[in-house]
């Protein structure tokens, strides 16, 4: 493994290891709430704050708790389990502390939980043996790739509101041929920069 | 061995520290204390801050209509939100008109309670009440639709106009992993205190119907709530009635056609009942009891899809081609209306056009 910038991991996971064009990971929350630029920009922006957090403290418990107990297996479990926690607890944090951030983003935290984008980022810091520093620009590259992917989607549904989508089409079977559409046009990116 | 046992201890351990955090955040950053809750400037209740309006209420024992369990899918728990209710939410926002955002209307399953609060709320629900009933009767009367009886546990009473509905709770079981509470009219006589009637129609994978149909056996407990609605019969004149119903719509009306024997109200009433073919007719005895005993009722059944096997006298076609025949102008008379939309928008019309005054068209619109 190369020694890669934080820097270069977090333009790359933006644009040229996109989470959803490159990985398709998040798709469900990514299909299921971009019928609407405000809303997908909300949920962007709250995939990203739980993203980061949650990948430090995986990288925490992973390096700390995990590895010193030969553990490493149990991964995946503990993973689910401490960002399932994570986002129970920055819940209740945000709702108390920042009402405003919470009216924003509140009612899309519960979705979170279930990101696969966010177990996805949290299993790939491990395997890829990024260190703390690539780990976090990684996180919020990736967080701001999700937004950037569902932000976009968003636009187009807009727009395609007033086209005529053949019947057996409409809803997901169109979202699904314009995300492979996107992803080709983001794979166009992948040359720049490698990072797996 | 040794792996097992570590394996084990790390997961719990783990999970353990978790759940120990969320605790403690729950007593602390999610304990919100005592808050007031003022409700129509009169009423106040001291509560636990925190939860939601909805379950807020539901511990004060007062029941908004909600059919999804505070979920946020359903749109019926509307409530008015003076002060203190925070802005609404994005997830409110689609079941809202322009004029009840204007007007602080708020889905109280998501409304939150964190701070002293004043909301309004239609007088009648604090009339609504929640009762564990016990099923009495359950009776095929089409192959489609079954008639269901429960009893109120003793002493307790439930007092309705005729018209209105309750919500039945639909329990988890085989097939469906959440509790739902779904709105059916009541067939009672709002007289009969001690029982609700209701007529359930089968929906194929509908979680309520196919627990009554299915799964509910005499002798069953089931959760209702009610009453609830503002479709109701009216007796504060004496204009002519017209009723018209399709299906289990016909629930409110034998409520108010009871309502109406027991009083001996002496106003002409007239039922139109629309249905496919004469195996959906039912209680054809309890309608021709009463043209013989009330003042002056006729049963008008009206079906659409008549084969010539069937041998049917009666009127064939929509219930709208019934009306024109047999009703010559609306002049002072008012209608009872029960059934799916596309049935209530063509009476309205129906009706309007022979003269009658849409104000004084009352309907119950199933989905």
Known sequence: ?196 | MNEIIITTVAVTGISAIFALLLTLAERTIGNYGEVKLVINEEKEYTVEGGSSLLSTLIEEKIFIPSACGGKGTCGYCKVKVLEGGGPVLATEIPFMTEEELADHVRLSCQCKVKEDIKIEIPEELFNVKEFEAQVEELEDMTAEIKRLRVRLPEGEEISFKPGQFIQLMAPKYEGNDEEVYRAYSIASSPLDKNHIELFIGYVPNGICTTYVHKHLKIGDKVKINGPYGDFYFNNDNDREIILVAAGTGIAPIISILKYMKTYDIKRKATFYFGAKTPDDLFLLDFFKDLEETLYDFKYVPTLTRTTEEHNWQGETGRVNNAIDKYLENGENKEAYLCGNMRMIETMVGALVEKGLAEELIYFDKFD
């Open chain 1, 1 to 196: 493994m190369i020694e890669l910038n934080p820097f270069i991991i977090f333009f790359a996971a933006i644009f040229t290891n996109n989470m959803i064009f490159s990985n398709f990971l998040g798709m469900c929350s990514y299909i299921a709430v971009s019928k609407e630029i405000p809303t997908s920009l909300g949920l962007g922006q709250a995939v990203t704050f739980v993203l980061t957090f949650t990948t430090i403290i995986n990288y925490l418990i992973y390096h700390y708790i995990l590895v010193p107990l030969n553990l490493d297996y149990l991964r995946f479990i503990v993973f689910i389990i401490s960002i399932a926690a994570f986002v129970q607890l920055l819940e209740m944090i945000v709702e108390r502390y920042l009402p405003n951030l919470y009216y924003a983003l509140g009612i899309f935290l519960p979705l979170i939980t279930v990101n696969c984008a966010i177990l996805g980022v949290s299993l790939f810091m491990i395997i890829r043996k990024y260190n703390f520093l690539q780990s976090i620009g990684f996180s919020i590259g990736s967080g701001i790739g999700w937004t950037l992917a569902i932000v976009a989607l968003a636009g187009i549904r807009q727009k395609l509101k007033n086209a005529s989508v053949p019947k057996g089409l409409e809803g997901p079977g169109i979202t699904l041929i314009i995300t492979g559409l996107m992803a080709l046009a983001f794979i166009g990116f992948s040359g720049i920069v490698q990072i797996q």
